[in-house]
Nanobody, 123 residues
Framework: EVQLVESGGGLVQAGGSLRLSCAASGFTFDDYAIGWFRQAPGKEREGVSCISSSDGSTYYADSVKGRFTISSDNAKNTVYLQMNSLKPEDTAVYYC????????????????WGQGTQVTVSS
C-alpha cells in the first residue's frame, strides 16, 4: 500500500521556522519526484518545492526561494522541507506528493498524495 505521511506542521510566529517531513512507503522511492504543495483557504493548491529522488535536483516556487530548503534521505524514504523566515502568507495546509511530472509544479501529474499538515504563521 502506497503511503505518504506528512508531519511537522504547527503554529509559529512570523520569522520562525518549521521542518516538515514526508515519510513514504509502498513504492520505489528512487523512481519518483517528491513535491510539496500547499493550499490556503479559498485559494488554489500551489507548488512549493520538489526534489528528484534519483538525482537530487531541486525546484522552488519564487515565493519561497531563499527561505525554504527541500532535502531527501533516501535511506529513510523521507523528504524534508525546512521552512525559515516564515510569513503569515505561508499559512496553509501542506501536502507532499509523489510522481513523475513533466513540470514539477503540475499537481495533476502526481500519483500519490499525503493527507496534509497544517502550518499556521501568526503575525
Amino acid at each position: 500500500e502506497v503511503q505518504l505521511v506528512e508531519s511537522g506542521g504547527g503554529l509559529v510566529q512570523a520569522g520562525g521556522s518549521l521542518r516538515l517531513s514526508c515519510a513514504a512507503s509502498g513504492f520505489t522511492f528512487d523512481d519518483y519526484a517528491i513535491g510539496w504543495f500547499r493550499q490556503a483557504p479559498g485559494k488554489e493548491r500551489e507548488g512549493v518545492s520538489c526534489i528528484s529522488s534519483s538525482d537530487g535536483s531541486t525546484y522552488y516556487a519564487d515565493s519561497v526561494k531563499g527561505r525554504f530548503t527541500i532535502s531527501s534521505d533516501n535511506a529513510k524514504n523521507t523528504v524534508y522541507l525546512q521552512m525559515n523566515s516564515l510569513k503569515p502568507e505561508d499559512t496553509a495546509v501542506y501536502y507532499c506528493a509523489a510522481g513523475s511530472p513533466s513540470g514539477w509544479d503540475l499537481s495533476y501529474e502526481y500519483d500519490y498524495w499525503g493527507q496534509g499538515t497544517q502550518v499556521t504563521v501568526s503575525s
